[in-house]
């Protein structure tokens, strides 16, 4: 009865290649967000959505882009991959509230390794 | 937001009560603290929140002093499935984002 679920758990590619993350939350959420954590395991957000509408895009390159087919789900696209690409990605969700972003709901990560 | 210190590693015992304290000095009028939890290989779980005073629930406590430029989480007879990764956080509630800073890193031994 997963909350948050990513596919795919672990992901090897190689360079240059495009590739996709995706996410599915269950709780009814409208918000959801994408994070990157780091070899030396900071936190970033990246992308924050709400209701399909983007609010949040921190400067990331415009190789990653948010698609949200509908509010359970939030994808993550990544064209031409690079090696600094390589990373733990986390979805996560949250009401839309004010003050709910603080309670957000993580799913398990998606590990990324570029060759 | 606010900028938050926080020990960047500790050590404790089983059953033991663990107090991680977190510092933040600049802390604005309508800033939260919150904390979150996570394990290794997980995405983080968010453990609790106050504005002042004591909060408690079936995880941990949270003590937040007068002046409110410090906080302490404490988590009561912590096992071996409490060695983690913990983050302060402290933000407006009106904020879209949060930042996570460095956490405190949690190790107990048997």
């Known amino acids: 009865d997963t909350a948050v679920s990513q596919t795919p758990k672990y992901l090897v590619t190689q360079m240059g290649n495009d590739k996709s993350i995706k996410c599915e939350q269950n709780l009814g959420h409208d918000t959801m967000y994408w994070y990157k954590q780091d070899s030396k395991k900071f936190l970033k957000i990246m992308f924050s959505y709400n209701n399909k509408e983007l609010i949040i895009n921190e400067t990331v390159p415009n190789r990653f882009s948010p698609k949200s087919p509908d509010k359970a789900h939030l994808n993550l696209h990544i064209n031409s991959l690079e090696l600094g690409d390589s990373a733990v990605y986390f979805c996560?969700?949250?009401?839309?509230?004010?003050?709910?972003?603080?309670?957000?709901?993580f799913g398990p990560g998606t590990r990324l390794t570029v060759t | 937001l606010a900028k938050t210190t926080q020990p960047i590693s500790m050590d404790s015992y089983e059953g033991q009560e663990v107090n991680i304290t977190c510092s933040h000095n600049?802390?604005?009028?309508?800033?939260?603290i919150t904390w979150y939890q996570q394990f290794p290989s997980q995405g983080p779980r968010f453990i609790i929140q106050g504005y002042k005073t004591k909060v408690t629930n079936e995880v941990a406590s949270l003590f937040i002093p007068a002046d409110r430029k410090s906080s302490t989480l404490s988590l009561p007879r912590v096992s071996l499935s409490d060695t983690a990764v913990y983050y302060c956080?402290?933000?407006?509630?009106?904020?879209?984002?949060?930042?996570f800073g460095k956490g405190t890193r949690l190790h107990i031994l048997p």
């Open positions: 996560a969700s949250s009401h839309p509230l004010p003050g709910a972003a603080y309670e957000q709901y």
């Open positions: 600049n802390i604005a009028t309508n800033d939260y």
């Open positions: 956080l402290v933000g407006d509630m009106r904020d879209d984002k949060i930042i």
